[in-house]
């Protein structure tokens, strides 16, 4: 299987019109979503530049996380109390007011540690090469990057170049 | 908002960054002077581990003194602190903006300095870990009936759920500083804190939909702590004046106002200390003096209450309290001092558009509240318990001692050291957010007016 290789063309600030344009380029000349990203250094309305509206299951993380969380603290306060069941001020062993308490904050935490860990996941996090990227987009260059076959990179290049880029970059390979 | 500064992304970058990659004059003499206060409450409680309790003012029956008013009102400023965030960011408040981190970040080091005090307060915080279910060959476990448990377990929650609700809203801001780092080690530092962000469609679509699910997750437990800790007060057997049924939403809403106050504080702070007045405009502390006028508002309402179920009871040893915090020495000072600086001089100074857009008065009336506040943690505190037995003889009273004195202080320069520390790490302006309101921002014109508008999604 050939390398694939990535080109990278950078737009000034507030020309949103010329990467939107880019991306129809590029998919007249056939590169498909999985091949082109835009990454910008802040967040723009969805679909700014004509980019596909991007799906998640991130709804689904914190639901499991409380379940996790419901159990744990249902386990912990149930279990502890029947291990070692110290009657205080005339109060039943598992006596449900405080236990609801625990769970509470059990099911809480652990619907808010899936939450983050589905946000990072499901963010493609943590990513150990950045791939096509360029520092000035943080400044506020908006960035096309194609990531494509090495024999229609060339293809790409001519065609960010074409409708205006700033900037073309090649190098990156994965 | 209608008033604002249109500004580029680059500049957006200098200036919020500022703090981050260059350092003030002022800083590094400010951190030192408040490690020093830290340090100085450090030997203060070592000093007292070291003798025990007794270096304390702590005696039969008021064992519950400074250290707890202090962990009160530390819980109270972290709440509001998540809690306008949560809020303002659910609602899509347009001046939020410059406000969350801030916020965010305040609850984070409270909430620290709020686990100190009952931490030293316990007398052995070696068997701190006593509350965690650990001992497996002991067979020994916490008892879960006591608020002592339940009181780590929100705290910690809370906690955990904040600084993880931090961390997620600073990566894209930890990009920002990899790309303008110049030290290698430093640019490799952000680079594995920011996880390798890259800012793609995907990336900024969960980062929108985090802020809100996080929000909806933060504030179920926001509304838990303080509940929790207003029960640590309603549980107890034989105090006056703390089996209140409003006790949990009284201390909430005492959060918000103490909290929303520290929040505009730190606003003005931010323009004072950090030269943030291009982003934290006149507009942002009106709109918060707004709100802090609901709240306080509120706050009094539920003050107002407290007393009269109190009082319309008729009974002896509630009666005997109430003439106790107003009209007893020094509390009927402390009680004046309280409502005065809580409520009366604040709120009809904040009526004055005067004085909600400016960042001196403020910055004056919100320290204000907080001060009220405070000792409106001590008057519910010690009074109740200087009377807590019938019987005369077992009456007290309570002086704090300089040990308590420097451990309060203590959490006071732990907080604003923290705060500090995070600001020369981290922006404490959220910098993709205020870029995100410049580029939905526009103006359009009426007649011969030119009105600057946000564009939502």
Redesign the interface.
């Known amino acids: 299987m050939l390398a694939k290789k990535s080109v990278l063309g950078l737009f000034p ?1 507030g020309q949103e019109d010329m990467a939107a344009d880019a991306l129809d380029a590029l998919r007249e000349e056939g590169y498909t979503h999985s091949e082109y ?10 679909g700014t ?1 004509g ?1 596909e509206e ?1 799906k ?1 299951t ?2 689904r993380w ?1 639901l499991m996380g409380a379940a996790c969380g419901f159990v744990v603290g249902l386990v ?2 149930s279990g ?2 029947l ?2 069941p ?1 009657v ?2 005339g ?1 039943p062993v598992l ?1 449900i007011p ?2 609801s ?2 769970i ?3 099911t ?2 652990g ?3 899936f ?2 860990i589905g ?2 996941i ?10 096509a ?1 360029d ?1 000035r ?4 260059y908006i960035g096309v990057a194609v990531t494509t076959d090495q024999d229609r990179v060339g293809k790409a290049e001519e065609v960010l170049k074409q409708v205006g880029a700033e900037e073309v970059k090649r190098g990156w390979e994965s | 908002m209608l008033e604002h500064v249109q500004l580029d992304q680059k500049t957006i970058n200098k200036d919020l960054l500022g703090g981050v990659l260059g350092t003030p004059s002022w800083w590094l003499p400010t951190v030192l002077f408040l490690t020093l206060v830290v340090f100085t409450g450090l030997g203060a409680f070592g000093y007292m581990m070291n003798k025990g309790l007794g270096v304390t003012g702590l005696n039969r029956p008021v064992f519950w003194g400074f250290f707890l008013v202090n962990f009160v009102f530390w819980i109270g400023i972290s709440h509001a602190g998540i809690m306008i965030s949560a809020i303002l960011r659910l609602t899509q408040a347009e001046w939020r903006r410059p406000v969350t981190r801030a916020a965010e970040v305040m609850t984070v080091f409270s909430l620290m300095a709020a686990l100190h005090t009952p931490l030293f307060h316990v007398g052995r915080p070696w068997r701190d870990f006593w509350v965690f279910p650990y001992d497996f060959a002991r067979g020994v476990w916490p008892n879960v009936r006591s608020p002592f448990v339940w009181d780590p377990s929100a705290v910690m929650t809370y906690l955990i759920g904040s600084s993880l609700f931090v961390f997620i809203a600073l990566i894209p801001d930890l990009a920002v500083v990899r790309d303008r780092a110049k030290n290698v080690w430093v640019k490799r530092l952000y680079s594995g804190l920011c996880l390798g962000w890259r800012g793609t469609p995907r990336q900024w679509k969960l980062q929108a939909v985090a802020g809100i699910l996080l929000s909806a997750l933060v504030l179920p437990v926001f509304v838990s702590v303080h509940s929790i800790v207003s029960w640590d007060f309603a549980v107890v057997i034989g105090v006056e004046g703390w089996h209140s049924t409003i006790f949990a939403p009284y201390f909430i809403i005492g959060a918000i106002h103490s909290g929303v106050s520290a929040v505009a504080m730190l606003m003005a702070l931010g323009v004072w200390m950090w030269k943030l007045d291009k982003y934290i405009r006149p507009d942002h502390f009106d709109a918060i003096a707004r709100l802090l006028i609901v709240v306080a508002t509120t706050w009094f309402f539920f003050f107002f209450l407290e007393w009269v179920f109190a009082l319309y009871t008729l009974e002896g040893p509630e009666i005997v309290l109430r003439e106790l915090q107003v009209f007893q020495w020094p509390y009927s000072a402390l009680f004046i001092v309280f409502i005065v600086t809580a409520y009366f001089i604040p709120v009809p100074m904040w009526m004055f558009k005067s004085v909600r857009r400016s960042a001196f008065w403020m910055l004056i009336t919100t320290i204000l509240v907080n001060v009220g506040m405070w000792l409106e943690r001590f008057i519910i505190i010690i009074p109740g318990l200087l009377r807590r037995q019938p019987l005369t003889f077992d009456w007290g009273t309570y002086h704090p001692s300089i040990v308590e004195i420097l451990i309060v202080a203590e959490t006071f320069a732990f907080v604003a050291l923290g705060m500090l520390l995070f600001s020369k790490l981290f922006p404490l302006i959220p910098l993709f957010d205020i870029k995100e309101g410049m580029t939905n921002r526009r103006e359009f014109k009426i007649g011969r007016l030119t009105i600057p508008a946000t564009v939502r999604e």
Do not use: N
Not at chain 1, 37 to 46: H, Q
Not at chain 1, 122 to 131: H, V
Not at chain 1, 137 to 140: A, L, R
């Open positions: 600030e990203e835009i990454i910008t250094g802040t967040p723009y309305p969805e530049f980019e991007p998640h991130l709804f914190p912990l306060t502890t109390q291990a070692y110290l205080t001020g109060k006596s405080p236990m308490i625990i509470y904050e059990g809480m935490l619907a808010i540690i939450t983050v946000i990072v499901e963010s493609r996090l943590p990513r150990l090469f950045m791939g990227y520092e987009i943080t400044e506020g």
